[in-house]
T-cell receptor, first 115, second 113 residues
Framework: DAKTTQPPSMDCAEGRAANLPCNHS???????VYWYRQIHSQGPQYIIH???NNETNEMASLIITEDRKSSTLILPHATLRDTAVYYC????????????????FGGGTRLMVKP | NAGVMQNPRHLVRRRGQEARLRCSPM?????VYWYRQLPEEGLKFMVY????????ESGMPKERFSAEFPKEGPSILRIQQVVRGDSAAYFC???????????FGPGTRLTVT
């Protein structure tokens, strides 16, 4: 799986949008971009994933550049409960390939939402 | 729909004892993954199982560690003769299909004294 690069930490004011960047310049055509977060030693929480189109769900939006070499996770109105480590993960999702389906976690971005 | 369940949530073992960690996947999920998070480190993949089969154990230590996912019942991660370096949080995740998104349980925190 391709490697990702994220800033180690970011701050965001409560109520404002949090924009978390991720670089994945070696991503392959069959690799998806996944985002998870881990709140204070809890189990990681799935947020969103995408291949090449922008995606939105009730938690966040995912913006993927046209060349797919980078992406941004957007939390539109950050709250104090969004303080967590956010992980950007690139992963092959080949339904016919049982091997290599694990998630490879890097260092992530520690997002601190401040009042 | 209950999420992924893990028990116990906290487990204390003395050096040399055995640790058994259990994971019940979400309803309808037949794919289970185990990850380990050492103190102040990121999560590392250990093993991927489907019902009655180990699919990928490339992240498992070569000795003392084993995993199973029987036809009936939870998945079990077993650590024999625990050492202090095994102290960590062990997370289980389940997925409804190969390559699908993974949903994590709350973890089991193992402390070896």
């Amino acid at each position: 799986d391709a490697k990702t690069t994220q800033p180690p930490s970011m701050d965001c004011a409560e109520g404002r949008a949090a924009n978390l960047p991720c670089n994945h310049s070696t991503i392959s055509g069959n690799e998806y971009v996944y985002w998870y977060r881990q709140i204070h030693s809890q189990g990681p929480q799935y947020i969103i994933h995408g291949l090449k189109n922008n995606e939105t769900n009730e938690m966040a939006s995912l913006i993927i550049t046209e060349d797919r070499k980078s992406s941004t996770l957007i939390l539109p109105h950050a709250t104090l409960r969004d303080t967590a480590v956010y992980y950007c993960i690139v992963r092959v999702a080949n339904m016919n390939n049982n091997a290599g389906n694990m998630l490879t976690f890097g260092g992530g971005t520690r997002l601190m939402v401040k009042p | 729909n209950a999420g992924v369940m893990q028990n116990p949530r906290h487990l204390v073992r003395r050096r040399g004892q055995e640790a058994r960690l259990r994971c019940s996947p979400m309803k309808g999920h037949s794919h289970v993954y185990w990850y380990r998070q050492l103190p102040e480190e990121g999560l590392k993949f250990m093993v991927y199982l489907q019902k009655e089969n180990i699919i990928d154990e490339s992240g498992m230590p070569k000795e003392r560690f084993s995993a199973e996912f029987p036809k009936e019942g939870p998945s079990i991660l077993r650590i024999q003769q625990v050492v202090r370096g095994d102290s960590a949080a062990y997370f289980c995740a389940s997925s409804p299909r190969t390559g699908g998104e993974q949903y994590f349980g709350p973890g089991t925190r193992l402390t070896v004294t």
